[in-house]
């Protein structure tokens, strides 16, 4: 969480100076209507180069703000510090679409731990798929972070993960779980923000998530649980 505000605080200072400019350029009189002042050391009117930079912040001060917007949603939600997490992706048929299109091929979930004083984790999702499940499925991976109680944890983490996406529309849920590899560099303390992802490339076919009534109002929800079993000490009591 104080990532996610840190984060945050940054982007209020680049949106006010996004804002700012934003307003410097449309006042400017090389972006008024019917002027056109020629730079000869560029070659570009400074109409046109005005123009692109007004265009430019716009766009940066829209990602900003639906960057904002996710986080915000993350504060709100990526509470649990029991061993499940549901995981609930908005916006279903925006992200696949970008995943296509290759400007956003995977979505991370927000991180939570596993129990108060536990493993940090997050989960990620490729709408359109990865490895072996490209084009086909949807693929899902677990990733083990660097957090606040490595010290005490023990390594590498054995613990086993089940994933499980909820049907809405439908009596079963798409599942799967794993034991974790010991030797994997995926399950060793990070030494760095996060590890490797490992999971399943070809979870779920994309076909069958979309009619097989996983999605309703373009929203899906994914149960990630961690076993704890096998944990000792006062701080899984």
Known sequence: MEEIMNTLRKH???VS???GEVVRLKLSPATSKGTSNYCPKSGVSLTRESERRLDRNEHQLH???LSDHDMQIQILEATSYND???WKIDRCSLRFQEAVTGKTLSINSPPFYVGRFGYKVCARLYPFGDGTGKRTHVSMFFVV???ENDALLPWPFHQKVHFRVIGQDSIRDA???FHPEPTSSSFKRPTSDMNIASGWPVFISQKDLRQGGYIRNDTVFIKITVETTG???DIWQ
Request: proline residues 0%; aromatic residues 10%; hydrophobic residues 30%.
């Open 175 to 177: 599942y799967d779980a």
């Open 17 to 19: 100076s996004l804002q």
């Open 12 to 14: 209020e200072k680049e």
């Open 145 to 147: 972070m660097r957090g």
């Open 84 to 86: 499940t997490y549901v």
């Open 231 to 233: 944990l000792q000490g």
């Open 63 to 65: 990602e900003i703000q």
